[in-house]
């Protein structure tokens, strides 16, 4: 009966032993209560395995990046200098022996990717390079509540080009009473006010509520009234299916760290639309962009390397390429569409649960006095791993009991705790146990 019920702890089990990719777990390192800092032992086994639902805000650490990472510190100690260009994978360009996997994982040709820097950075040089603002065309559109990095770097671009951020940033926000900002009215602003837009520059998921845009249909309107169009894909990256090549993206930029498991501050990576391979714009140029058959000849004439590649400025940070080799290592033989598949189902589930013990309007409510309600999209085609959790009451309780528990998950005040399921390494019954923890925390303070 356990089986059928999806209320049932069994029917997680069930879940668990029917997957597919459930050897992935194994090929990361998972964190045990005793190692995070802010367990209580008293309320937790300190040798079971935490409940880790963060990775959409720092991914768990592939085994394989551990060996990747010491091989690189031997051949560094044995070879010094000679590492730069003795094979196989010389150190000159390392970054560029993986465009091929991360094309994949964003849909691109890998003339269309390059490796470089952190997300904040990137933004700064695609915006330099693609926002080219005229006395009529100078403004920049993106949402009301983007992620602060990407507010701010918009806001000194403006004003690097001589222009006032009160006049060029235009906002595009949720309707009152509403968390999630409707497609129409992207598309609406882009109609009226389409013919003053420099750039689109929109996330492709929404940080604080799981939205996923309509990335292609947006692109479509935006380039029909003459804007570039440019996505954060910090969200999205390994997340949810993308294909910028096809969905004529202008420019795009991301970070690793997340979902594609690359460690804290892990290297980024650009997108820039094969149709500008060789149009030469003006840009921040480094000699890292330069073409390697000539860069070391060091002749100051600059030639471009061929697309994506011709944005990156400095010598490759060969460190930080390890483990976005560790990473595409550990996902060696899986496709993409399998994680997506997999995703669906665990985020579906997780909601389910939530919906049940949690629904202001559920008859089974866990708490007479705390609910709490996802206002992630329900429609999957809308969403990734995460849903966003709004609580009835300030959070700061709620997840402190949480993490004393074993569990990590994140908090966005003033009543936000996300909560991302990851496939490669989360199980059906990791999001059954957060259930039942949450159900025993909403218990306490409930009697406090």
């Not at 806001?155 to 497609?183: A, C, H, N, W, Y």
């Not at 389409?194 to 689109?200: E, K, N, P, W, Y």
């Not at 708490?367 to 992630?376: D, G, L, Q, R």
């Not at 993490?403 to 399921?421: F, H, L, T």
Request: proline content about 5%; hydrophobic content about 40%.
């Amino acid at each position: 009966a356990g089986i059928s019920n999806p209320l049932d702890f069994s029917f997680a089990q069930h879940l668990d032993s029917i997957d597919s990719l459930s050897h992935l777990r194994g090929k990361f390192e998972y964190p045990l209560n005793r190692t995070l800092p802010d367990a209580d032992f008293g309320l937790c086994e300190p040798n079971d395995e935490s409940l880790y639902l963060c990775g959409n805000s720092l991914g768990l650490m592939p085994k394989a990046t551990r060996r990747v990472v010491n091989e690189f510190m031997d051949r560094w100690a044995g070879e010094g200098v000679f590492g730069h260009f003795s094979e196989p994978s010389p150190w000159t360009k390392c970054d560029q022996d993986l465009s091929k996997s991360v094309a994949r994982f964003v849909g691109a040709d890998p003339v269309e990717i390059a490796l470089m820097n952190g997300l904040t950075v990137n933004v700064h040089i695609l915006l330099a390079s693609f926002y080219n603002p005229t006395s009529t065309r100078h403004k920049i559109l993106l949402e009301s509540r983007a992620f602060p990095s990407d507010h701010y770097a918009i806001e000194s671009q403006i004003k690097l080009k001589g222009f006032d951020p009160e006049e060029s940033m235009l906002f595009v926000s949720p309707r009152e009473g509403e968390d999630l900002i409707r497609t129409e009215d992207i598309l609406r602003i882009i109609e009226e006010k389409g013919d003053s837009i420099a750039v689109v520059f929109l996330s492709g998921m929404q940080y604080y509520t799981g939205q996923l845009f309509e990335i292609e249909k947006i692109t479509r309107a935006a380039q029909a009234k003459g804007s570039l169009v440019g996505w954060d894909l910090a969200h999205c990256y390994i997340n949810v299916p993308l294909h910028l090549h096809d969905w004529n993206v202008d420019f795009a930029c991301w970070c690793s760290y997340k979902y594609g498991s690359t460690g804290p501050g892990g290297l980024a990576g650009i997108f820039v639309h094969e149709r500008y391979r060789d149009d030469n714009r003006d840009r921040m140029v480094g000699w890292w962009g330069h073409r390697m058959k000539t860069r070391f000849l060091m002749d100051n004439k600059i030639e471009f390397e061929d697309g994506a590649a011709g944005y990156r400025i400095s010598n490759t940070p060969v460190m930080l390429v390890m483990p976005l080799i560790g990473f595409i290592q550990t996902l060696e033989g899986v496709e993409l569409s399998e994680l997506r598949e997999k995703s669906i189902r665990l985020t579906g589930y997780l909601e389910l649960l939530i919906e049940h013990f949690f629904s202001p309007s559920s008859s089974f409510r866990a708490s007479n006095k705390i609910s709490c309600e996802s206002i992630t999209p329900k429609d999957p085609n809308q969403r990734g791993c995460q849903l966003s959790l709004k609580f009835n009451i300030g959070i700061d309780h709620i997840y402190k009991e949480l993490v004393k528990r074993g569990v990590a998950v994140d908090k966005r005040y003033p009543y936000i705790i996300r909560v991302a399921p990851i496939p490669m390494y989360n199980t059906f019954v990791d999001v059954r146990r957060f259930i039942d923890v949450l159900i025993e925390v909403v218990n306490v303070i409930d009697h406090q």
